[in-house]
C-alpha cells in the first residue's frame, strides 16, 4: 500500500521582473528574477485505476477539477510515457491567478511526483521540452531555485540565493489575468538587470530595488486596489522591498527579521481583515515531501 505522502508546492515570487519587447508570436522577452517561499500548496498522489483529481482547501471551489492544470499536464507526459492514471488530492491553499504562480508550481511538483513514482530517467533536454509544453512559468517552479529567467521563460539560469530572509504575501483577493495585463503593456525595459558578480545580501538586494515590476503599472490602473496593497505594506513596517510578483494582484514586503515580519503582519491584518495575508521565508533549499 502507497504511503500517503504530501508534496509541498511552493509560491514563486518575482523579485523584478522585466519586459523587454513583444515578439511576433505575442510571447514576450522576459528578465525576471525569482524565488520560491515556504507558503504553497500541496498535492497527494496514488496510484489508482482512472484519472481522478479532488480539490480541497480555501480555494478550492475557484478551480474546476477538469480544467485544471495537474491534469494538463498528466496528459502531455502521457505522450511522452506510459505512466497510467492516479488519484491526485490538491490543497489549494494560494489564491487563483494571484500573480505567484500557483498552477505552474502545482504542474511542476505534479511532474516530479510522477518522476519519482515510476522511476522515469529522463533526458534534461526532453524534461525542459515537457516542462514548457506545460507552461511558461514549468521549467523555474520545476528546479525550484533562486534563478534568472529570460527568453519567455524556457532560460533559466541559476543565481547564488539570498541569505535567509523573511517574505509577507499580500493579496485584496482579486484574480488578476495575466494575458489581459500583457496585452495592455505599451512600455517596455530598454535595458535588462544583471547580476554579475552578487555575493552578499545588502548587494543584491540593492540591485533589486533598483529594478521594477514592468506589469506594476499596468496592473494597478487596471486594479487600483493593487496601489492600496503596496501603500499599505509601504507604511513604517521596515520592509527592505514591497513590490507586486508577476501580473499580480499579491504584492510583497521582504524583512530582515522574523521580528519585523510579525510586527507588519500584526498590523497589516489588524486593518485589512479581508484580505489573504500570509508570513513566511524565502528558500534555498526546498524540501518538498512532508
Known sequence: MESNLRYFSPAKINLFLEVLSKRKDNYHELNSLICFCDVGDFIEVKRSNVLKIEVVGPFSKKLSPNENIIIKTHKIISKYFEIGNFNIRLFKNLPISSGIGGGSSNAATF????????????????????????????????????????????????????????????????????????????????????????????????????????????????????????????????????????????????????????????KIIEIRKNWWIKKGKILNNIKYVS
Open 111 to 266: 511532474f516530479k511526483i510522477i518522476e519519482e513514482k515510476l522511476n522515469l530517467n529522463i533526458e534534461t533536454n526532453i524534461k525542459n521540452k515537457i516542462l514548457l509544453e506545460i507552461g511558461a512559468d514549468v521549467p523555474v517552479c520545476y528546479y525550484q531555485k533562486f534563478s534568472i529567467i529570460s527568453g519567455i521563460g524556457d532560460k533559466i539560469e541559476f543565481v547564488p540565493p539570498i541569505e535567509e530572509s523573511y517574505i509577507l504575501l499580500v493579496n485584496p483577493l482579486i484574480e488578476v489575468s495575466t494575458k489581459d495585463i500583457f496585452s495592455e503593456l505599451k512600455v517596455f525595459s530598454e535595458k535588462k538587470t544583471k547580476l554579475d558578480e552578487i555575493n552578499k545580501k545588502d548587494i543584491l538586494l540593492k540591485k533589486i530595488i533598483e529594478s521594477k515590476n514592468d506589469l506594476e503599472k499596468t496592473a494597478k490602473l487596471k486594479h487600483p486596489v493593487i496601489s492600496d496593497v503596496l501603500d499599505t505594506l509601504s507604511k513604517d513596517l521596515n520592509a527592505l522591498l514591497v513590490r507586486m510578483s508577476g501580473s499580480g494582484a499579491t504584492c510583497f514586503g521582504i524583512f530582515n527579521s522574523q521580528l519585523d515580519l510579525d510586527n507588519a503582519y500584526n
